[in-house]
C-alpha cells in the first residue's frame, strides 16, 4: 500500500486546513487507518483514527474538538479536517494503514506510512 497525503501548508493560527491522504495499490476498505504527527524533537503521537467503516472515530486529546477525521471508502481516501490551529499543532502529519478495522493509538499497529505533509502554524 502507497499512501500519499497533502494538505498541509503554513497557516496562521486560528487558522484551518484540511489534509488528505491517498492509498493506491493492494489497498483494503476494511482496514481503520489513522493520522499521526510528528513535532521537531518530540515523538511522534497519535492524532486521529477512524476505523474501516467509518463508524468509530478516536482522536487525542490535545485535538478532540477541533480536528475531524472522515474517510472516502469510494476513494481509498481519508481527511483530516483541522480548525482552530495553534502553534503546538505545527508537525509533519503522517497518515497510516492498520492492521486492525478499529484505530489504535500505538504506531505499532500500523503496517504501512506514508511520507508525510508538513503543517506550520504561526502564532
Known amino acids: 500500500v502507497q499512501l500519499q497525503a497533502s494538505g498541509g501548508g503554513l497557516v496562521q493560527a486560528g487558522a484551518s486546513l484540511r489534509l488528505s491522504c491517498a492509498a493506491s495499490?493492494?489497498?483494503?476498505?476494511?482496514?481503520?487507518m489513522s493520522w499521526f504527527r510528528q513535532a521537531p524533537g518530540k515523538e511522534r503521537e497519535f492524532v486521529a483514527g477512524i476505523s474501516w467503516n467509518g463508524g468509530i472515530t478516536s482522536y487525542s486529546n490535545s485535538v478532540k474538538s477541533r480536528f475531524t477525521i472522515s474517510r472516502d471508502r469510494t476513494k481509498n481516501t481519508i481527511y483530516l479536517q483541522m480548525n482552530g490551529l495553534k502553534p503546538e499543532d505545527t508537525a509533519v502529519y503522517y497518515c497510516?494503514?492498520?492492521?486492525?478495522?478499529?484505530?489504535?493509538?500505538?504506531?505499532?499497529?500500523?503496517?504501512?506510512w506514508g511520507r508525510g505533509t508538513l503543517v506550520t502554524v504561526s502564532s
Open positions: 497510516a494503514v492498520a492492521r486492525t478495522a478499529i484505530p489504535s493509538s500505538e504506531a505499532n499497529y500500523y503496517t504501512s
Open positions: 495499490g493492494r489497498t483494503s476498505s476494511n482496514n481503520a
